[in-house]
């Protein structure tokens, strides 16, 4: 199993600031790699997919790079609506997994 | 509305068994893989099981193999997750969310306790 590894666990950041927020993965998975956010009580909602291809709707001010074992999502310009928990997850193999998330506060 | 909606949840005891539904509509349903995602209280999300648009290719997750079953029925656009010989830590919320790689559509899930 591909273990993912987000850092920090916690990220509080000033509403205009930028956010980075990093994925490490046990191994290689390529460039399949996408990020969730989920806010409290809701459902996960896909952000990013193939390292770096927003979906369908999401703002400009989200972004994602990386490669192989190391990812980050970028968000610009934090909003007061980004406070959420923020997933990577790896499916270049049968067995996908997440990481353990990134919690983004809003300072 | 494209939509996928959970239902079966609830409370069992240890080594019983629940099957979950979720139920499509707005979309072509038989042209998608479909993938199962569970959220214990208070944890994160982990994959569970996924199933090929024709169901001929199911894959799960080493701590579900042998107990969980992930079949579909096409023809009333449903996925479901039979649930056997269950333990204190599959209680979770239960997603089942369209996609192979990616989950651009999540249900509202559905929740249930395994206690005595």
């Known amino acids: 199993e591909i273990v993912m590894t987000q850092s920090p666990a916690t990220l509080s950041v000033s509403p205009g600031e930028r956010a980075t927020l990093s994925c490490r993965a046990s191994q290689s998975v390529r460039s399949n790699l996408a990020w969730y956010q989920q806010k409290f009580g809701q459902a996960p909602r896909l952000l990013i997919y193939?390292?770096?291809t927003r979906a369908t709707g999401i703002p400009a001010r989200f972004s994602g790079s990386g490669s192989g074992t190391e990812f980050t999502l970028t968000i610009s310009s934090l909003q007061s609506e980004d406070c959420a928990v923020y997933y990577c997850?790896?499916?270049?193999?049968?067995?996908?997994?997440f990481g353990q998330g990134t919690k983004l506060e809003i300072k | 509305e494209v939509q996928l909606v959970e239902s079966g949840g609830g409370l069992v005891q240890p080594g019983g068994s629940l099957r979950l539904s979720c139920t499509a509509s707005?979309?072509?349903?038989?042209?998608?893989?479909m993938t199962w995602v569970r959220q214990a209280p208070g944890k994160g999300l982990e994959w569970v099981a996924n199933i090929k648009e024709d169901g001929s290719e199911k894959h799960y997750v080493d701590s579900v193999k042998g107990r969980f079953t992930v079949s579909r029925d096409n023809a009333k656009n449903s996925l479901y997750l039979q649930m056997n010989s269950l333990r204190a830590e599959d209680t979770a919320v239960y997603y089942c969310a369209r996609g192979r790689g990616t989950f651009d559509l999540w249900g509202q899930g559905t929740m249930f306790t395994v206690s005595s």
């Open positions: 997850h790896q499916y270049d193999n049968w067995c996908h997994s």
């Open positions: 193939n390292t770096s």
């Open positions: 707005g979309f072509t349903f038989s042209i998608y893989w």
